[in-house]
Protein backbone atom coordinates (compact mmCIF):
# COMPACT_ATOMS: atom_id res chain seq x y z
CA UNK A 1 0.00 0.00 0.00
CA UNK A 2 1.38 3.40 -1.14
CA UNK A 3 2.60 5.68 1.85
CA UNK A 4 -0.03 8.18 3.55
CA UNK A 5 1.79 11.53 3.69
CA UNK A 6 0.71 14.05 6.08
CA UNK A 7 1.08 17.54 6.51
CA UNK A 8 4.49 18.45 7.20
CA UNK A 9 5.66 20.78 10.21
CA UNK A 10 7.58 23.13 8.25
CA UNK A 11 4.58 24.17 5.90
CA UNK A 12 2.23 24.73 9.24
CA UNK A 13 5.26 26.47 10.02
CA UNK A 14 5.28 28.38 7.28
CA UNK A 15 9.02 27.72 6.98
CA UNK A 16 10.96 27.59 3.27
CA UNK A 17 14.35 25.52 3.39
CA UNK A 18 15.92 28.69 4.44
CA UNK A 19 14.81 28.84 8.06
CA UNK A 20 14.29 24.66 8.05
CA UNK A 21 17.12 21.69 8.71
CA UNK A 22 16.36 19.18 5.98
CA UNK A 23 17.87 15.59 6.69
CA UNK A 24 18.53 13.77 3.74
CA UNK A 25 19.76 10.00 3.23
CA UNK A 26 23.16 9.78 1.50
CA UNK A 27 20.41 8.66 -1.71
CA UNK A 28 19.12 12.16 -1.45
CA UNK A 29 15.61 10.87 -0.36
CA UNK A 30 14.01 13.40 2.50
CA UNK A 31 13.75 11.93 6.00
CA UNK A 32 12.96 14.27 8.17
CA UNK A 33 12.02 18.52 8.23
CA UNK A 34 12.27 20.63 11.29
CA UNK A 35 11.22 24.57 10.99
CA UNK A 36 14.25 26.06 12.89
CA UNK A 37 11.87 27.99 15.01
CA UNK A 38 10.93 24.66 16.02
CA UNK A 39 13.70 23.55 17.34
CA UNK A 40 15.07 26.80 18.19
CA UNK A 41 12.09 27.69 20.48
CA UNK A 42 11.63 24.07 21.59
CA UNK A 43 13.28 24.47 25.08
CA UNK A 44 16.44 21.86 23.21
CA UNK A 45 18.34 23.66 21.22
CA UNK A 46 20.64 21.24 19.94
CA UNK A 47 21.74 18.82 17.19
CA UNK A 48 21.52 15.95 19.74
CA UNK A 49 18.00 16.81 19.98
CA UNK A 50 16.74 16.78 16.22
CA UNK A 51 19.19 13.44 16.22
CA UNK A 52 17.55 11.77 18.69
CA UNK A 53 13.82 12.65 16.72
CA UNK A 54 15.48 11.29 13.20
CA UNK A 55 17.00 8.28 15.18
CA UNK A 56 13.31 7.18 15.79
CA UNK A 57 11.92 7.55 11.88
CA UNK A 58 14.41 4.76 10.98
CA UNK A 59 15.06 1.35 12.12
CA UNK A 60 18.06 1.02 14.34
CA UNK A 61 21.15 -0.73 12.14
CA UNK A 62 23.14 -2.98 15.75
CA UNK A 63 26.25 -1.14 16.35
CA UNK A 64 25.76 1.53 13.89
CA UNK A 65 24.67 4.88 15.56
CA UNK A 66 22.67 7.41 13.39
CA UNK A 67 25.31 10.43 12.69
CA UNK A 68 24.32 13.99 11.10
CA UNK A 69 26.65 15.16 8.92
CA UNK A 70 27.18 18.40 5.97
CA UNK A 71 26.96 17.47 2.72
CA UNK A 72 30.98 17.49 2.81
CA UNK A 73 30.33 14.35 5.31
CA UNK A 74 31.94 16.57 8.45
CA UNK A 75 29.58 15.45 11.34
CA UNK A 76 27.92 18.18 13.58
CA UNK A 77 28.66 18.69 17.58
CA UNK A 78 25.78 17.50 18.90
CA UNK A 79 26.26 20.01 21.93
CA UNK A 80 25.63 22.87 19.27
CA UNK A 81 22.38 24.73 18.14
CA UNK A 82 21.32 23.64 14.64
CA UNK A 83 21.49 26.15 11.96
CA UNK A 84 19.43 26.22 8.58
CA UNK A 85 19.83 24.17 6.11
CA UNK A 86 20.79 20.13 4.10
CA UNK A 87 22.67 17.51 6.31
CA UNK A 88 22.62 13.92 5.35
CA UNK A 89 21.53 11.68 8.04
CA UNK A 90 23.63 8.26 7.81
CA UNK A 91 25.52 5.77 10.23
CA UNK A 92 28.94 6.56 12.57
CA UNK A 93 31.85 4.20 11.46
CA UNK A 94 30.93 4.36 7.59
CA UNK A 95 33.15 5.76 4.88
CA UNK A 96 31.30 8.38 2.80
CA UNK A 97 32.01 6.14 -0.66
CA UNK A 98 30.43 3.24 1.18
CA UNK A 99 27.52 5.46 2.70
CA UNK A 100 26.63 6.76 -1.17
CA UNK A 101 27.07 3.53 -2.30
CA UNK A 102 24.63 1.19 0.30
CA UNK A 103 21.01 0.88 0.58
CA UNK A 104 19.21 3.69 2.36
CA UNK A 105 18.44 3.28 6.00
CA UNK A 106 14.51 1.76 6.15
CA UNK A 107 12.32 4.27 7.71
CA UNK A 108 10.09 2.42 10.82
CA UNK A 109 6.47 1.59 11.05
CA UNK A 110 4.14 4.45 12.13
CA UNK A 111 2.71 6.90 12.71
CA UNK A 112 0.13 4.52 14.63
CA UNK A 113 -2.45 5.80 17.41
CA UNK A 114 -5.61 4.00 18.41
CA UNK A 115 -4.71 1.00 16.36
CA UNK A 116 -1.45 -0.91 15.63
CA UNK A 117 -2.33 -1.97 12.32
CA UNK A 118 -4.39 1.08 11.27
CA UNK A 119 -2.69 4.57 9.91
CA UNK A 120 -4.08 7.44 11.20
CA UNK A 121 -5.84 9.67 8.78
CA UNK A 122 -4.22 13.12 8.64
CA UNK A 123 -5.73 15.63 10.90
CA UNK A 124 -8.00 13.43 12.72
CA UNK A 125 -11.85 13.80 13.76
CA UNK A 126 -14.12 14.41 16.11
CA UNK A 127 -13.95 10.78 16.60
CA UNK A 128 -10.52 10.65 17.60
CA UNK A 129 -10.77 12.14 20.95
CA UNK A 130 -10.25 9.08 23.68
CA UNK A 131 -12.36 7.31 25.69
CA UNK A 132 -11.22 9.31 28.86
CA UNK A 133 -14.21 11.32 29.48
CA UNK A 134 -16.42 8.13 29.59
CA UNK A 135 -17.94 7.23 33.08
CA UNK A 136 -16.66 4.24 34.78
CA UNK A 137 -15.45 3.50 37.74
CA UNK A 138 -11.99 3.34 36.85
CA UNK A 139 -12.43 6.55 35.04
CA UNK A 140 -13.67 8.09 37.60
CA UNK A 141 -10.80 7.57 39.98
CA UNK A 142 -8.66 8.40 37.14
CA UNK A 143 -10.10 12.05 36.62
CA UNK A 144 -9.62 12.30 40.50
CA UNK A 145 -6.44 11.59 40.62
CA UNK A 146 -4.89 13.02 37.66
CA UNK A 147 -7.07 16.76 38.60
CA UNK A 148 -5.71 16.31 42.21
CA UNK A 149 -2.53 15.92 40.76
CA UNK A 150 -2.28 18.98 37.52
CA UNK A 151 -4.77 20.79 39.57
CA UNK A 152 -5.32 22.99 35.89
CA UNK A 153 -4.99 22.50 32.28
CA UNK A 154 -0.92 21.42 32.27
CA UNK A 155 -0.70 23.97 29.37
CA UNK A 156 -3.08 26.84 30.08
CA UNK A 157 -4.07 27.06 33.59
CA UNK A 158 -7.66 26.87 32.63
CA UNK A 159 -9.94 25.44 35.47
CA UNK A 160 -10.32 21.83 35.92
CA UNK A 161 -14.14 22.18 35.28
CA UNK A 162 -13.25 23.54 31.65
CA UNK A 163 -10.42 19.96 31.25
CA UNK A 164 -10.35 16.34 30.35
CA UNK A 165 -8.15 14.09 32.00
CA UNK A 166 -6.71 12.13 29.40
CA UNK A 167 -5.00 9.15 28.47
CA UNK A 168 -1.29 9.55 27.10
CA UNK A 169 -1.49 7.13 25.30
CA UNK A 170 -4.56 5.19 23.57
CA UNK A 171 -6.57 2.96 26.10
CA UNK A 172 -7.44 1.25 22.98
CA UNK A 173 -3.61 0.24 22.88
CA UNK A 174 -3.05 -2.12 25.39
CA UNK A 175 -0.23 -3.99 23.66
CA UNK A 176 1.51 -0.58 24.53
CA UNK A 177 1.15 -0.22 27.82
CA UNK A 178 2.04 -3.79 28.25
CA UNK A 179 5.29 -3.48 26.46
CA UNK A 180 6.44 0.18 27.99
CA UNK A 181 5.30 -0.28 30.98
CA UNK A 182 6.64 -4.05 31.68
CA UNK A 183 3.18 -5.71 32.71
CA UNK A 184 1.11 -9.05 31.40
CA UNK A 185 -2.43 -9.48 30.78
CA UNK A 186 -3.29 -7.05 34.30
CA UNK A 187 -2.57 -4.27 32.49
CA UNK A 188 -5.99 -2.40 32.94
CA UNK A 189 -5.13 -0.95 36.66
CA UNK A 190 -1.72 0.43 36.07
CA UNK A 191 -3.44 2.46 32.55
CA UNK A 192 -5.97 4.35 34.98
CA UNK A 193 -2.62 5.43 37.72
CA UNK A 194 -2.08 8.75 37.52
CA UNK A 195 0.82 8.60 35.76
CA UNK A 196 -0.60 7.15 32.70
CA UNK A 197 -2.39 10.71 32.76
CA UNK A 198 -2.43 14.41 31.49
CA UNK A 199 -5.15 17.02 32.71
CA UNK A 200 -5.74 19.47 29.42
CA UNK A 201 -8.50 21.79 28.55
CA UNK A 202 -10.50 19.65 25.84
CA UNK A 203 -9.81 21.83 22.89
CA UNK A 204 -5.93 20.95 23.70
CA UNK A 205 -6.74 17.10 24.34
CA UNK A 206 -8.33 16.66 20.36
CA UNK A 207 -5.41 18.22 18.66
CA UNK A 208 -3.12 16.33 21.09
CA UNK A 209 -5.50 13.26 19.90
CA UNK A 210 -4.71 14.60 16.33
CA UNK A 211 -0.83 14.33 16.76
CA UNK A 212 -0.46 18.08 16.43
CA UNK A 213 1.48 18.54 19.90
CA UNK A 214 3.20 16.05 22.07
CA UNK A 215 5.36 16.70 25.18
CA UNK A 216 9.35 16.43 24.76
CA UNK A 217 11.00 15.22 27.98
CA UNK A 218 14.44 15.79 29.06
CA UNK A 219 16.39 15.71 32.24
CA UNK A 220 13.12 15.65 34.50
CA UNK A 221 11.57 18.22 32.24
CA UNK A 222 8.68 18.25 29.97
CA UNK A 223 8.36 20.41 26.93
CA UNK A 224 5.07 21.42 24.47
CA UNK A 225 5.69 20.80 21.45
CA UNK A 226 3.63 22.15 18.74
CA UNK A 227 3.91 19.76 15.29
CA UNK A 228 1.26 21.70 13.62
CA UNK A 229 0.31 25.40 14.47
CA UNK A 230 -3.65 25.25 13.81
CA UNK A 231 -4.36 26.56 17.66
CA UNK A 232 -4.66 29.80 17.80
CA UNK A 233 -1.91 30.02 20.51
CA UNK A 234 0.85 27.41 19.33
CA UNK A 235 3.14 29.64 18.69
CA UNK A 236 2.80 30.92 22.30
CA UNK A 237 2.71 27.50 24.23
CA UNK A 238 5.73 26.19 22.09
CA UNK A 239 8.81 25.41 23.94
CA UNK A 240 6.88 26.39 27.15
CA UNK A 241 8.56 24.17 30.55
CA UNK A 242 6.72 22.16 32.80
CA UNK A 243 9.20 21.20 35.56
CA UNK A 244 9.14 18.49 38.17
CA UNK A 245 7.52 20.89 40.30
CA UNK A 246 4.57 21.65 38.59
CA UNK A 247 2.41 18.37 39.80
CA UNK A 248 1.37 17.61 43.32
CA UNK A 249 1.83 14.60 45.35
CA UNK A 250 3.79 11.52 44.76
CA UNK A 251 6.55 12.06 42.38
CA UNK A 252 6.05 8.65 41.10
CA UNK A 253 2.17 9.94 40.02
CA UNK A 254 3.96 12.43 37.34
CA UNK A 255 3.78 11.66 33.97
CA UNK A 256 5.20 8.25 32.30
CA UNK A 257 8.18 9.87 30.45
CA UNK A 258 8.20 6.08 28.22
CA UNK A 259 4.12 6.99 27.63
CA UNK A 260 5.38 10.46 26.52
CA UNK A 261 7.76 9.41 24.09
CA UNK A 262 6.01 6.80 22.78
CA UNK A 263 3.39 9.79 21.58
CA UNK A 264 6.12 12.04 20.19
CA UNK A 265 7.41 9.23 18.18
CA UNK A 266 4.00 9.54 16.52
CA UNK A 267 3.55 13.10 16.02
CA UNK A 268 7.65 13.25 14.85
CA UNK A 269 6.56 10.55 12.19
CA UNK A 270 3.36 12.38 11.00
CA UNK A 271 4.99 15.80 10.86
CA UNK A 272 8.92 15.99 10.70
CA UNK A 273 9.07 12.66 8.32
CA UNK A 274 5.90 13.36 6.71
CA UNK A 275 4.90 9.72 5.73
CA UNK A 276 3.57 6.28 6.78
CA UNK A 277 5.00 3.49 6.68
CA UNK A 278 4.98 -0.34 7.34
CA UNK A 279 1.01 0.39 8.23
CA UNK A 280 -1.19 -1.78 5.90
CA UNK A 281 -4.62 -0.21 6.63
CA UNK A 282 -5.80 3.04 7.02
CA UNK A 283 -7.57 4.72 10.12
CA UNK A 284 -11.44 4.42 9.53
CA UNK A 285 -11.68 5.94 12.90
CA UNK A 286 -8.54 8.65 13.55
Given amino acids: MPALKYPLATRSWAQDERNSIELRFPSGKL???????????????????VLG????????TPDLPGTITD?????VSLDDAPHAGSFVYTHLGLSLFYRRSTVDPIPSRGPEYHSKFRRPKPGGTESTVSHSSRSTARQSKFRELVGVRDGTCLITDFYYELCTACHIVPQSRPDVYRQLL????????IMFDASCGLLLRDDLHKLYDRLEWSLHYKEGMFYVHFFILGHPDARKY???????????GNPAHRPNPDLTRWHYNQC???????????MALDDAGA
Avoid: C, M
Fill in 268 to 278: AKAHIRGFSAG
Fill in 182 to 189: GVEEDYEP
Fill in 71 to 75: VEGVA
Fill in 238 to 248: HGAPIPPQRFR
Fill in 31 to 49: IASFPLAFVRDGGDNTWEF
Fill in 53 to 60: VVDQLVEP
